[in-house]
């Protein structure tokens, strides 16, 4: 392909997202019915080439009206960030080298680049002594990553014997933790039965009390305590763990001590918010994902460390390396050989922003919840979850005349009728056993206006909700 062509292409398909991306009163969440999108689907197999209009033709037919608008500001649902088109640029030029850091010498700068920004992370979120660590796809795979490395610092002898070997190993967090650490537990060998999750208070943070008591049970049981995990801004709410007083349960007990800050530790940069994040530096791990609020596009998540244990102490006659000493080798420490350019993006991301602008942003998304929460407390059936130091918040429709039974079928059908609505898209989840509606904020582009109109939208919702509810009694 001669390379004004490639540029021709280039300016065709900036026209057909230019075109859809101002188009009015564009949906957020475009479709929720599979049977729908498979239907617009085409099933047959391309034999032959097609020219890139027809190719563009279909696929505006096709794919992009069933393309979600997650960059938008009416996009509140899951903590994806919003990404940023700097970071699209990045992703078109990784792409178009193709570069893949199998190893180092296939590419060079892929191995070295990731090194260095690493260590900009690590400097970023105030721990610059954590300047060792890989980069993975998401949150689930570095917390996986980090939970590997424990065991290859503490039971090196693993990498040969197996899980079967060591002893009963417990790891403890509390239970608003991600998911990603049950899957870490069965993907590891670990097993589940073998994870704590202790309670929290009403601020969903760790009960520590609750944490030395089970610790005390496993040790008088025979079993290994083996891992801490604090989270630095949860899932569901946004809760920072007294991370330094988990730091000091760590050191007592001698266990790993890692910290999951995949979403929550850029906010470490805020004065107002500096002191909850004490202790993150006395963490043997942590992990941090720049796709979410650092606002670089997928897939960008990152683990930190002081010192990064070699974990395989093998490798095929094909993967020989020549200079071990000075060249380094991630396929030594993870489970990719294959594995792309996600430096790129994040090197684009920072330069081009700069961390100080990036804390504004952060700033500015935890102003605009708390500006959410304030409008919604207005509404006389919207009850607001006090607890929200980040950028979460959770909400739910309650009305003390009703049954418990009837706010509760109230809340769940909200949440089916949004993503019918498409408007706008956020989720629920469910707080002390009753379900309740959660919105994240982590685009740089949201402004009061559009906080005014996802209040709109909101009540409307509930209002209909009402409606239907009271045709049912």
């Not at 509140?76 to 570069?99: D, M, P």
């Not at 998401?138 to 014997?161: C, D, T, W």
């Not at 395989?312 to 094909?318: G, L, Q, R």
């Not at 009703?402 to 989720?427: C, K, P, S, V, Y």
Request: hydrophobic share 35%.
């Amino acid at each position: 392909m001669e390379s004004t062509q490639l540029k021709n292409y280039l300016d065709q398909v900036w026209d057909l997202l230019e075109t859809d991306l101002r188009e009015e009163n564009r949906r957020t969440l475009k479709s929720n019915d599979p049977e729908t999108i498979k239907k617009a689907l085409s099933f047959t197999l391309p034999e032959q080439n097609e020219p890139l209009a027809q190719i563009l033709e279909e696929f505006k037919h096709q794919l992009l009206p069933y393309l979600n608008h997650n960059t938008s500001p009416n996009y509140g649902a899951y903590i994806t960030g919003s990404g940023n088109k700097i970071g699209a640029l990045a992703e078109f030029i990784k792409a178009y080298y193709n570069q893949n850091a199998l190893k180092w010498n296939n590419s060079p700068i892929a191995s070295e680049l990731e090194q260095l920004v690493i260590k900009w992370i690590a400097s970023f979120c105030l721990v610059p002594n954590h300047s060792k660590g890989v980069l993975t796809s998401g949150g689930s795979m570095s917390n996986l990553m980090a939970i590997h490395f424990a065991l290859a610092s503490k039971y090196p002898e693993r990498e040969v014997e197996g899980v079967k070997m060591l002893p009963k190993l417990t790891i403890y967090c509390s239970d608003q933790t991600h998911s990603s650490v049950d899957r870490a537990m069965v993907f590891l060998g670990l097993g589940r039965n073998y994870l704590r999750k202790i309670p929290v208070n009403d601020q969903y943070q760790i009960n520590t009390k609750d944490l030395i008591h089970t610790i005390k049970i496993d040790l008088s049981n025979g079993f290994r305590p083996f891992l801490l995990i604090g989270n630095a801004g949860t899932t569901n709410t946004g809760s920072i763990d007294p991370l330094n007083e988990l730091s000091k349960v760590a050191e007592a007990y001698e266990l790993w001590y890692h910290i999951d800050g995949a979403y929550g530790l850029p906010a470490v940069r805020l004065d107002s918010l500096k002191d909850q994040f004490c202790g993150l530096e006395k963490a043997d791990s942590v992990i941090i994902n720049p796709h979410k609020w650092m606002y670089v596009p997928f897939e960008a998540s990152c683990v930190l460390v002081r010192k990064i244990p070699q974990a395989i102490h093998f490798s095929p006659d094909y993967l020989f390396t020549e200079h071990p000493s000075t060249r380094w080798e991630s396929s030594n420490h993870t489970i990719e050989l294959s594995k792309e350019f996600r430096a790129l993006k994040i090197w684009f991301t920072m330069k081009y922003y700069g961390a100080n602008q990036l804390t504004k942003f952060v700033d500015q998304d935890i102003r605009l919840v708390s500006y959410l929460a304030k409008l919604l407390k207005q509404h006389p059936s919207i009850s607001v979850e006090p607890s929200h130091p980040l950028s979460i918040l959770c909400f739910r429709y309650f009305n003390p005349a009703l049954e418990e039974m009837e706010n509760e079928r109230i809340n769940i059908q909200a949440i089916r009728i949004i993503e019918f609505d498409g408007r706008i898209f956020i989720t629920g989840t469910k707080l002390k056993g009753k379900t309740h509606l959660r919105v994240y904020f982590g685009n740089p582009e949201r402004t009061k206006k559009d906080v005014d109109f996802m209040v709109k939208v909101i009540g409307e919702i509930f209002e209909k909700c009402e409606v239907e509810n009271y045709r049912t009694m």
